[in-house]
């Protein structure tokens, strides 16, 4: 048997329910929106990783850079190096080479002047020889400006004799190969000369042959 509805009722009871419905609506559409789009605890994590992510990447990225330019600077200096040695090897080298011309040079002419004054030797004994009543004759003035000439060329050469007569006896320059008392003198005083040193700029090249008083 079908219970018949009761037209005056049926509407109340249908609006009851709409306004039971409503605030839940309500409530819903007035929800917070910083609790509706505040994220969860796996995407905080997720968005605070993302940045130290990117910062290592960065810091990786930085470090091959900077390795890199260490490597080229390494070769750099390293070239670097090696050219400043070879210049001071080059400098050394031209310096060494420059001293041993220099010595060479000079050994050579020690050689040749000391085998020269043997003839300046013979020239002032020559000079001395000649008598008093040709000395102004031509050959003793052509003996004269040769022996001038001479002596020029050694001066120019670095060559000076070594004073003797007179001054006080020095071994370092002198050959003392005899000895003689004389007042006249003062205490190891060069009496005569026998044979004439010279030098050679600041070296000996042959001493003085001298006799030396008291």
Do not use: C, W
């Amino acid at each position: 048997m079908v219970q018949e509805m009761n037209p005056d009722t049926a509407p109340a009871d249908e609006a009851e329910e709409m306004t039971q419905e409503a605030p839940a609506e309500e409530e819903a559409g007035t929800q917070e929106p910083g609790t509706q789009d505040a994220p969860g605890p796996d995407t905080a994590k997720d968005e605070e990783k993302a940045p130290e992510d990117g910062a290592q990447s960065e810091k990786k990225g930085f470090f091959k850079k900077k390795e890199k330019k260490d490597k080229k600077d390494e070769q750099i200096a390293d070239l670097t190096d090696k050219l400043k040695r070879q210049l001071a090897e080059f400098e050394n080298f031209r310096n060494r080479t420059e001293r041993e011309k220099a010595q060479m040079y000079s050994v050579g002419a020690r050689e040749v002047i000391e085998k020269i004054l043997p003839v300046v030797d013979n020239f002032e004994r020559g000079l001395k020889s000649i008598p008093e009543e040709e000395q102004g004759g031509p050959v003793a003035s052509g003996m004269e400006m040769i022996y001038k000439q001479l002596m020029a060329v050694l001066t120019d050469l670095g060559v000076t004799p070594i004073d003797a007569v007179g001054q006080e006896f020095d071994p370092e320059f002198h050959n003392a190969v005899m000895h003689v008392e004389d007042g006249e003198l003062g205490e190891n005083v060069i009496a005569e000369e026998f044979q004439k040193g010279y030098k050679y700029k600041d070296a000996v090249l042959r001493h003085s042959m001298v006799k030396v008083a008291n």
